[in-house]
């Protein structure tokens, strides 16, 4: 009996816990930021402002859970909370004014926006300086360039990326398959694996057999925003999952109504797969990780320039 659930062990795959993994970058961001403090006599601190129009209650959710995770790193915190019914112009001046401030190191501006609103005139009037988000044109562009290194990158594809390094999952000379080509996630996670010498084949909407490609992939990196798209028979043998995706399914035996799943059928692929993200637990707490690291990023770079 225990041969057999010895046996059982070894053909699931192992998880990668995101939520540890983020914990140590905390305590490492953490470390950082006390050792900024002492160095300028307690006279300098990392700041982030958040910017919230609207009352989605998921978008209210991720602003506090991005302001306790500043506060734990010892990150001042700044926000600001506008009615729906704002203007443009009320959100732009919101945005210039944090430009303008010194204490302020980084600006997030919540997403989505009211539909009467220009996201991307939004986004591009934060200050390349402080675009924590990584989605300002410049710092996209420069993620694909080779011998350039954009200023930020987008905080959910840069914490998968690290998810695979911290679990000393080899990336150069391996073939990796990102599902989906969002300007967010998907776009900027395959430039980041081709950084990093992965021959990098991008799967979307309009590809025809995509299980084909992921097939032969010794990474996949799911980020369509499809439950369960990715099965199990899709996968090679062994490889590395990252799933980004965290979709609602209907599920009467939750008190909620429903369960979350990512875009990869966990149940099979856990039974193929060599290390496999949970959803949750796996990216997620990655994203936040990688925001509070970009703020600090920023910081630093403000603190030299201020010597």
């Known amino acids: 009996m225990d ?3 010895g046996e059982q062990e070894q053909d699931q795959a192992q998880l990668i816990d995101g939520k540890a993994i983020a914990e140590t970058i905390r305590g490492e961001i953490r470390d950082e930021v006390a050792r900024l403090k002492e160095e300028s006599g307690g006279r300098f601190e990392p700041g982030l402002a958040v910017v919230l129009v609207g009352e989605r209650k998921d978008s209210q959710t991720y602003v506090r859970s991005k302001k306790k995770g500043c506060e734990e790193a010892g990150i001042k915190s700044f926000g600001t909370d506008l009615p729906e019914t704002a203007t443009e112009e009320e959100v732009l001046a919101v945005v210039r004014e ?3 401030d010194p204490r302020v190191h980084g600006i997030l501006v919540q997403l989505p926006l009211p539909s009467h609103m220009d996201e991307e005139k939004i986004l591009m009037a934060i200050s390349i300086e402080k675009d924590v988000d990584g989605f300002h044109p ?3 562009g420069k993620l694909a360039m080779r011998g350039r290194d954009p200023d930020f990158v987008c905080c959910t594809p840069k914490g998968s990326v690290e998810l695979l390094e911290r ?3 080899p990336i150069a000379g391996k073939s990796a398959v990102v599902v989906g080509r969002s300007n967010i996630v998907g776009t900027p996670a395959a430039m980041l694996l081709q950084r990093r010498n992965a021959t990098v084949t991008v799967v979307h909407s309009r590809t025809p057999n995509p299980e084909k490609y992921i097939r032969e992939a010794d990474i996949v990196i799911a980020a369509c925003g499809v ?3 990715v099965r199990g028979d899709w996968l090679k043998p062994g490889c590395a999952v990252i799933d980004v995706g965290i979709n609602a399914v209907d599920d009467p035996t939750k008190k909620r109504g429903y369960r979350l799943v990512g875009d990869v059928c966990f ?3 856990v ?3 060599g290390q496999i993200t949970p959803v949750p637990g796996g990216v997620g707490p990655m994203t936040i990780a990688m925001l509070l690291q970009n703020t600090l990023e920023g910081a630093k770079k403000a603190y030299e320039q201020g010597k």
């Open 3 to 5: 041969k057999v659930e």
């Open 98 to 100: 944090y430009n303008a």
């Open 138 to 140: 410049e710092n996209i």
């Open 167 to 169: 679990s000393n999952i």
């Open 227 to 229: 439950a369960n798209f």
């Open 267 to 269: 149940e099979e692929a």
């Open 271 to 273: 039974k193929v797969a």
